[in-house]
T-cell receptor, first 113, second 113 residues
Framework: LAKTTQPISMDSYEGQEVNITCSHN???????ITWYQQFPSQGPRFIIQ???TKVTNEVASLFIPADRKSSTLSLPRVSLSDTAVYYC??????????????FGTGTKLQVIP | KAGVTQTPRYLIKTRGQQVTLSCSPI?????VSWYQQTPGQGLQFLFE???????NKGNFPGRFSGRQFSNSRSEMNVSTLELGDSALYLC????????????FGQGTRLTVV
């Protein structure tokens, strides 16, 4: 299993762009990277997923360098409601197939007014 | 559409007892995966079921088991409960598997005394 490492916590002011990096040095060729957001007393919520280069959706962007040993979740113009824990997940195997999953330790993002 | 439903939401059990938790996935989803979340260990993958078959398993002792029914509802069982089993147990439902977008329930908070 690819071990992942994330910063334990981050602070940001409202309106700023936030970048959270996840290290996964032992990622395998067919592994994918997925990010989830979790609020207190709730289950995690899917944010974005990618294999390589850049993926963008309506809420975030995911940057994966060529060596795939890390990935960066980018949240544009955060608001107070983005205060949550963000998890990086690395899965072995193609999406939908046989796979093991490893969650990162999570990054607690605190957005400051 | 209805989300993922986990029952019960809260549970208190005594050491040595066994417990069964239930998860009803989103209609049409065939994959149900289970996770244990504790402050010390974070989110840990237990196992995944797809179309009634256990497709993957994390590194948990045999006291943790599960099953999935033909309607995709899943149950998780923990036998001979230990104090360290106190945790939030989350299930996630997805169409193709955890590597794709998954929807989590609110979890069952298990306290072992």
């Amino acid at each position: 299993l690819a071990k992942t490492t994330q910063p334990i916590s981050m602070d940001s002011y409202e309106g700023q762009e936030v970048n959270i990096t996840c290290s996964h040095n032992n990622i395998a060729t067919n592994d994918y990277i997925t990010w989830y957001q979790q609020f207190p007393s709730q289950g995690p919520r899917f944010i974005i997923q990618g294999y390589k280069t850049k993926v963008t959706n309506e809420v975030a962007s995911l940057f994966i360098p060529a060596d795939r040993k890390s990935s960066t979740l980018s949240l544009p113009r955060v608001s107070l409601s983005d205060t949550a824990v963000y998890y990086c997940l690395v899965g072995e195997g193609a999406p939908g197939g046989y796979q093991k999953v490893t969650f990162g330790t999570g990054t607690k993002l605190q957005v400051i007014p | 559409k209805a989300g993922v439903t986990q029952t019960p939401r809260y549970l208190i059990k005594t050491r040595g007892q066994q417990v069964t938790l239930s998860c009803s996935p989103i209609s049409g989803h065939r994959s149900v995966s289970w996770y244990q979340q504790t402050p010390g260990q974070g989110l840990q993958f237990l196992f995944e079921y797809f179309s009634e078959t256990q497709r993957n398993k994390g590194n948990f002792p045999g006291r943790f088991s599960g099953r999935q029914f033909s309607n995709s509802r899943s149950e998780m069982n923990v036998s001979t409960l230990e104090l360290g089993d106190s945790a939030l147990y989350l299930c996630a439902s997805s169409f193709r598997g955890i590597g794709t977008e998954a929807f989590f329930g609110q979890g069952t908070r298990l306290t072992v005394v």
